[in-house]
């Protein structure tokens, strides 16, 4: 999925999340990502041994959080990252578990209007690579560095156009077509690249 730039996902704190689930361990694969081939704004992937998430800077991409982890294959997985501009402090969390946290060392995300937003993929030269050979629902980006992961994570958003820091809503409730809606009333609707498939979802959410 492939979101072209704007204020909405390039908020200065955030929280990105979503459901996964993998069907293969190996290599890099991205899950949500900002970035191009000359910046990277933030990003949260899997490497093959771990889950990682990171924002980038004045200096490129730090080394951010990592846990070592390996899913398991068809289950269903809630992913979350956040970072705060205030504190600086960052979190990466696992079904609604903190499992890492640090104070990061970007005092403020460097963002680029040529990098667009990107779920399941990250784009390199104008060309998406490292997918995610899984599946993605309820992906979510919000101008906040949100600590309630937990009490949120499997619901549904009854409102979306008008939930607090709410910046981009993607319930990926579609059955066919080349684009995503953004729920939120904002306007950052994605396009669908690399032949994607659509399947219901049975991520625990109610």
């Known amino acids: 999925v492939r979101v072209e730039d704007s204020a909405d996902v ?5 929280t990105l999340e ?5 069907y293969s361990t190996q290599g890099n694969q991205t899950l949500m990502a900002k970035a191009n081939d000359s910046s990277f ?4 992937w899997y490497d093959g041994t771990s889950l990682r998430g990171a924002v980038g800077g004045e200096f ?14 068809g289950v269903w997985y809630h992913i979350a990252f956040t970072y705060d501009a205030t504190t600086f402090e960052e979190a990466l969390y696992i079904n609604g ?3 890492d946290s640090d104070e990061s060392d970007v005092e403020e995300i ?18 998406p690579g490292s997918f995610l050979f899984g599946m ?7 101008s906040v560095a949100r600590t309630d992961i937990a009490d949120r994570m499997n619901g549904i958003i009854d409102d979306p156009v008008n939930e607090a820091n709410l910046n981009a809503y993607y319930p990926f409730n579609e059955t066919s077509g080349s684009t995503t809606d953004d729920a939120t009333g904002n306007g950052n609707d994605g396009t ?11 991520a625990p959410i109610s």
């Open 110 to 127: 460097e963002y680029d209007a040529e990098s667009p937003f990107t779920i399941g993929a990250e784009e390199v030269d104008e060309t």
């Open 41 to 44: 704004s933030y990003k949260v």
């Open 192 to 202: 669908l690249e690399g032949s994607p498939m659509f399947f219901p979802s049975t």
């Open 10 to 14: 390039s908020p200065a704190s955030l």
């Open 97 to 99: 578990v903190e499992v």
């Open 60 to 73: 490129g991409l730090e080394t951010g959080l990592e846990e070592e982890w390996t899913p398991e294959i």
């Open 18 to 22: 979503g459901w996964f689930r993998f």
């Open 136 to 142: 993605a629902d309820e992906v979510r980006i919000w």
